[in-house]
């Protein structure tokens, strides 16, 4: 009985951190998409106002 109950506690304390991982894992990527898109129009564009422009559209 006890060892089924800390079995469950276990497994909650180990989805939780799956859980927390993937999000961490999701907002770098997001991080990462944005750093490149940036990167991209600052790289394309012709003067920085052109750039501030497009970045703000997007």
Known sequence: ???RQITNILEGI???LWQA???FN???ER??????AVTC???EATTLAD???AILKS
């Open 1 to 3: 009985m006890v060892s």
């Open 14 to 16: 180990t989805n939780t």
């Open 21 to 23: 991982a993937l999000r």
């Open 26 to 28: 999701k907002r770098a």
């Open 31 to 36: 991080r990462l998409a944005a750093q490149y």
């Open 41 to 43: 129009v600052l790289a």
């Open 51 to 53: 750039a501030v422009i």
